[in-house]
């Protein structure tokens, strides 16, 4: 998600095209092409531009709704029902073709679904299956300590650097807590799935969420040439 603005010029855009299952988008105020997956300007009078990332949380709505209980959502108008894409959407983009050539020796498939994280420069593929398997995976890139962790569903997932106070922590996941509960090994705190610790010598200290994005291996490693890949099993960085 990217701020509809470039140098504090509001920016209106339209769907111009799509480049292996990215959004290419036009600005109504010069007619530059940007990217949907990069939000940079890549033709036109604004190339080489960046629209500022937003952060964005995808969660599914049961954590959502937990943690913002007064929340609103955004429901379908019936006036456009029939603009909107049919039930069956995902299922049919599965079966569009890819302009990433096919790798016989590709560490995976090219719609394997990961979790891909930028950080000082430096870029990491997760397989999701794989944070879903461990719940909770200590790691470090780019420099900075941090962990991902999944929800009690399955399919939220959180990044967030493990560094409290110029303290690097060890987060483990607390068995049998509902809903999910973590706790640290250096001061036994217990921290929640928002990463707020909610009791213990840090009570009420809030770990600072990494952005990720969650996309197809395919489009990742297009767009990343230089990533790394995380392999399960691997010693975590200390």
């Known amino acids: 998600m990217w701020e509809a603005q470039v140098d504090k010029q509001p920016l209106k855009f339209h769907l ?22 990069s939000g940079a300007a890549i033709q036109g009078p604004l190339k080489g531009k960046q629209l500022p990332a937003v952060f964005v949380d995808e969660v599914s709505f049961a954590v959502w709704k937990r943690e913002h209980p007064q929340g609103r959502v955004l429901r379908p108008d019936a006036k ?4 909107y894409e049919s039930a069956e959407w995902e299922s049919g983009i599965q079966r569009m073709p890819v302009v990433t050539p096919k790798d016989p020796q590709a560490v995976w498939p090219p719609r394997t679904l990961i979790i891909g994280l930028t950080i000082n420069g430096q870029s990491k593929a997760y ?24 929800g009690e569903d399955g399919q939220s997932v959180r990044v967030f650097e493990r560094r409290v106070a110029g303290r690097t922590l060890e987060f483990f996941v ?5 809903p999910m509960q973590l706790t640290d090994a250096e001061t036994g705190s217990i921290w929640d799935f928002s990463g707020k610790a909610i009791s213990g010598p840090l ?3 809030q770990l600072k969420p990494v952005p ?12 990343h040439p230089k990533t790394t890949i995380f392999t399960l099993g691997a010693r975590a960085a200390p």
């Open 203 to 205: 009570a009420g200290q």
């Open 212 to 223: 990720l994005l969650k996309d197809y291996w395919f489009d990742w490693q297009l767009y």
């Open 80 to 83: 456009y029902q029939a603009r």
């Open 16 to 37: 111009a095209g799509i480049n292996n299952q990215n959004f290419i988008m036009s600005d109504e105020a010069t007619g530059s092409w940007w990217q949907q997956v």
């Open 127 to 150: 397989r999701q299956a794989d944070l879903v398997k461990q719940l909770l995976t200590l790691d470090e890139l780019g420099g900075v300590p941090l962990f991902q962790v999944v």
């Open 174 to 178: 607390r068995p049998a807590s509902q």
